[in-house]
């Protein structure tokens, strides 16, 4: 017991990497639930809604006896030994230029979502600088040192000064809260939604990667052990072999040949899956519209509701600028010779 509860995390000693680590797994678990939930066959699928809906303990258990029930995909769709029939007849091209297309969406995608990722992530640095710039400004204004009557020059410059930067910082405050609020507005509707369809191109690359380097290459490898075989049984023939080693050669090419049968079956049927998989990505399409609309309104909105700070603060600075025989005007450059020859 103690030694769980010593490795167990403390809420209050969770650094900000372990944080950010914990809501990165949350964000992508939350978008592979919805991935999955908004699949068409994995919709209706009996362990998603288990999952999805089962609320006790015993949940591991419970979808480990509904998997051991269930068999090959293969076996058991109906439409496995038919898949064929609902291919074009060239689909091997087709699924080549379908994955080079796919490929350069996941590459500009992911350039995409990194430059959405550094556009939000300066918003909320940008937030930070502007709240520490107003508390500098406050800080200050609230300057207690006493002022030496020798470099007043006479006036209550640095008196009026104070009593303007004093009360800036609600502004910067308020400026800082509007930039996290785009940075996480940004964050939620423009960097996950790309993170979104980054996850569904993946997962559709990794796809093509399993059928290239399973069933395709099973299948090959398959034609190639026939082709063996027949080199075999024809050697077989030539020197007469035994009768019954004959025999068994060829019901050895007749298994075989079964066996490439259903490889090729197989293979027609991962290919009827790619090519649903490829209609999906086309369906998720669309997205980019709203990933685009979603962030040009953050933008207006964000700048637009900065603009209507920055100009309500505009006014408050009047009286730095203001030139009177109490404050004098600063000049824009400093004059030419010695500034206090006069």
Same mark, same amino acid.
């Given at each position: 017991?103690?030694?769980?509860?010593?490795?167990?995390?403390?809420?209050?000693?969770?650094?900000?990497?372990?944080?950010?680590?914990?809501?990165?797994? =949350?964000?992508?678990?939350?978008?592979?639930?919805?991935?999955?939930? =908004?699949?068409?066959?994995?919709?209706? #699928?009996?362990?998603?809604?288990?999952?999805?809906?089962?609320?006790?303990?015993?949940?591991?258990?419970?979808?480990?006896?509904?998997?051991?029930?269930? @068999?090959?995909?293969?076996?058991?769709?109906?439409?496995? $030994?038919?898949?064929?029939?609902?291919?074009?007849?060239?689909?091997?091209?087709?699924?080549?230029? /379908?994955?080079?297309?796919?490929?350069?969406?996941?590459?500009?995608?992911?350039?995409?979502?990194?430059?959405?990722?550094?556009?939000?992530?300066?918003?909320?640095?940008?937030?930070?600088?502007?709240?520490?710039?107003?508390?500098?400004?406050?800080?200050?204004?609230?300057? $207690?040192?006493?002022?030496?009557?020798?470099?007043?020059?006479?006036?209550?410059?640095?008196? $009026?000064?104070?009593?303007?930067?004093? @009360?800036?910082?609600?502004?910067?405050?308020?400026?800082?809260?509007?930039?996290?609020?785009?940075?996480?507005?940004?964050?939620?509707?423009?960097?996950?939604?790309?993170?979104?369809?980054?996850?569904?191109?993946?997962?559709?690359? #990794?796809?093509?990667?399993?059928?290239?380097?399973?069933?395709?290459?099973?299948?090959? =490898?398959?034609?190639?052990?026939?082709?063996? *075989?027949?080199?075999? *049984? *024809?050697?077989?023939?030539?020197?007469?072999?035994?009768?019954? /080693?004959?025999?068994?050669?060829?019901? =050895?090419?007749?298994?075989?040949?079964?066996?490439?049968?259903?490889?090729?079956?197989?293979?027609?049927?991962?290919?009827?899956?790619?090519?649903?998989?490829?209609?999906?990505?086309?369906?998720?399409?669309?997205?980019?519209?709203?990933?685009?609309?979603?962030?040009?309104?953050?933008?207006?909105? @964000?700048?637009?509701?900065?603009?209507?700070?920055?100009?309500?603060?505009?006014?408050?600075?009047?009286?730095?600028?203001?030139?009177?025989?109490?404050?004098?005007?600063?000049?824009?450059?400093?004059?030419?010779?010695?500034?206090?020859?006069?």
């Amino acid at each position: 017991i103690l030694a769980k509860q010593l490795n167990k995390p403390n809420p209050l000693f969770i650094s900000r990497a372990d944080r950010e680590f914990i809501e990165s797994r =949350r964000r992508a678990l939350k978008r592979f639930i919805n991935l999955v939930a =908004r699949h068409p066959p994995f919709s209706e #699928d009996v362990l998603l809604k288990l999952f999805l809906s089962f609320s006790g303990s015993d949940v591991q258990n419970k979808l480990r006896e509904l998997v051991q029930g269930m @068999g090959d995909e293969f076996l058991t769709c109906r439409l496995a $030994t038919q898949a064929k029939d609902f291919l074009p007849a060239d689909i091997q091209a087709q699924f080549a230029a /379908s994955r080079e297309l796919i490929r350069n969406i996941y590459n500009s995608f992911y350039k995409l979502r990194d430059r959405a990722e550094r556009i939000a992530s300066r918003a909320i640095d940008n937030a930070s600088d502007l709240l520490i710039f107003g508390k500098e400004l406050s800080a200050l204004g609230s300057d $207690t040192t006493p002022l030496p009557s020798w470099a007043a020059l006479n006036n209550n410059t640095w008196g $009026t000064l104070k009593q303007a930067l004093k @009360g800036l910082s609600v502004e910067f405050a308020l400026l800082a809260d509007k930039a996290v609020q785009q940075g996480k507005q940004e964050e939620n509707d423009v960097v996950e939604k790309l993170n979104l369809f980054l996850d569904l191109l993946q997962s559709y690359k #990794d796809l093509c990667e399993r059928h290239e380097k399973g069933v395709l290459h099973k299948h090959q =490898r398959a034609l190639h052990k026939y082709s063996m *075989m027949k080199k075999q *049984m *024809m050697s077989a023939t030539v020197q007469n072999k035994e009768p019954e /080693s004959v025999e068994q050669l060829e019901s =050895r090419i007749v298994e075989q040949e079964n066996a490439i049968l259903t490889m090729e079956l197989r293979n027609y049927f991962s290919l009827y899956c790619l090519h649903q998989e490829t209609q999906l990505i086309h369906i998720y399409l669309p997205l980019t519209s709203h990933i685009l609309g979603a962030f040009v309104n953050s933008q207006i909105q @964000g700048h637009k509701e900065m603009s209507k700070v920055w100009n309500e603060l505009k006014p408050k600075l009047s009286c730095l600028f203001v030139g009177s025989s109490n404050m004098p005007t600063p000049p824009l450059s400093p004059p030419d010779g010695n500034f206090f020859s006069n």
